[in-house]
């Protein structure tokens, strides 16, 4: 099936008993193909409920967060003048600490893969990224997230431990995504999504780790399609992107008592 599906072989195939992943994958960037953005800046509230803090809830930060589709993510951890982030490129991490590679790793990120490049570039990379990070894409079942019928890729009925995604199946967005992991697994929700143009952006990240909220993702200030200046993708570069301007904390905590 390529790509350029008409809306009839869309709703044959949503349709269907059990759509197999890749044409599941096919019909996702059929759906968005030439209306994703390109280039998107946000603010992000980032919340670790467990960890030591004198906020209520937990741990809070603000990350200024820089993305060119596909595969790239710039986060400037508040204040911005410290250099202190992360930079994802392609199929690497660089940690970034007063302006300088602290360190450095291979890695796809499956949660940009399957939010936003599975919209934007040719399905086949995307199914071969997926493949490559072990996700089964031959299995499939259908099943409801938060009341709405979604199209899960990577495990049978009854299985929630597998390496997965579930895609909502009106609009083909990605809603959950579950990793096993050492620390007893990731169980990410994706929701709040708003439309921008004649594509989504999700608002709200819930990570779970091993059964418990880890992190809590909300997003503000939220622009798509800007223009980016040159180099912000480059790991050798030492300043933060001008949007950001200070960069100073949106949600300080408050001070201890005493």
Request: hydrophobic share 40%.
């Amino acid at each position: 099936m390529s790509v350029s599906l008409t809306t009839v072989a869309l709703f044959s195939l949503l349709a269907a008993p059990q759509p197999d992943g890749r044409d599941l994958i096919r019909a996702a960037h059929a759906r968005y193909a030439g209306k994703w953005f390109t280039t998107m800046t946000f603010v992000q509230k980032t919340t670790f409920p467990g960890r030591p803090s004198t906020s209520p809830g937990g741990l809070v930060q603000t990350w200024y967060e820089t993305m060119q589709v596909p595969g790239m993510l710039r986060i400037d951890l508040a204040p911005a003048a410290s250099g202190n982030g992360m930079l994802f490129r392609n199929d690497s991490l660089y940690q970034l600490a007063g302006g300088k590679v602290r360190g450095a790793r291979a890695m796809k990120h499956s949660m940009l893969i399957l939010l936003h490049d599975i919209h934007a570039v040719p399905a086949e990379v995307t199914i071969a990224n997926l493949e490559s990070l072990g996700f089964d894409l031959g299995k499939t079942h259908e099943t409801t997230f938060e009341g709405a019928p979604v199209i899960v890729v990577g495990a049978v009925a009854g299985d929630t431990t597998s390496k997965q995604f579930w895609i909502e199946k009106e609009r083909l967005l990605l809603v959950r995504l579950i990793e096993p992991n050492a620390g007893g697994g990731m169980d990410a929700h994706f929701g709040g999504y708003v439309r921008h143009g004649g594509a989504w952006v999700e608002r709200v990240i819930k990570i779970h780790q091993g059964g418990k909220l880890n992190q809590l993702e909300e997003y503000m200030d939220v622009r798509t399609d800007v223009t980016l200046e040159p180099g912000l993708f480059d790991p050798a570069r030492s300043t933060p992107p001008s949007w950001v301007g200070k960069g100073e904390e949106r949600w300080p905590a408050p001070p201890a008592r005493p």
